[in-house]
């Protein structure tokens, strides 16, 4: 597995007057090259990668609708698609993504792929990797869910916004090979359904994985200096723990 951090901007401020790039992330894995989140400038920053949307894209993962990780998803099936000539490409995607007055993706670009709405704890199958769903969780009245990849024997977990609640503990798996978290805050906010690095720590300390990356950053964060602020989680929890760059490469 290669994942290719296409953005590392969390939250209104940091996208929206792209002080760091957006886009979401690439995970390729053996004939598999997924998109998960593609926000802001994800078509665009793609280019950066030695990938094509039209030869290699087999997959677009929403973990939730919001814009920040979201808004490029039609661009990139009528790219993947060639406007409908190119078939297979998958669409998964909560159900309010999908349906009703706030749906992102358009009805003429779900027609251009095969589309699936997330559910619960349920897996889908793609070219060779399985994806399933974990808990749906808290953010801001929509539908979001943790993911979790597994390809030739490795396992990744995908934690992306959300409130942290105890009861998240039930379903995160233990010992993969890596999880992603989409720490916005450093300091918690009871009022704002976001992770913040308190959060990042309990959880690293009860799942042990093998590595992981905080990525999705306030500007709080970036004034704390993610860097800096990844290395204390990784003193405090004894896990190896790298802080996002705009267009960083990690091997699993």
Known sequence: ?????LGTAGGRTVTFKRIRNSGGLLLKAGRDLIHIDPGPGAFINFFSTPFEPWKDLTAVVLSHLHLDHSADVNTLLESATESGKRKGLKLLAPEDALTGESR????YAQNLAEVQPLREFENY???????????????????VYSLLFEHGGKRLVYIPC??????????LPEGVDLMIFNSTFYSKRPDIDHLAIPDVVEILRSKKPQRAVITHYSLEMLRKNPLKV???????TGVKTVAAEDGMVLEI
């Open 1 to 5: 597995m290669k994942l290719y951090f």
């Open 230 to 236: 990844a290395k204390e989680v990784e003193n405090l």
């Open 162 to 171: 959300g409130k942290f609640e105890e009861y998240w503990l039930q379903y």
């Open 104 to 107: 992102v993706v358009l009805p």
């Open 125 to 143: 199958r793609l070219k060779e990797v399985n994806l399933k769903a974990l808990h749906r969780h808290r953010h801001h009245r929509v539908e």
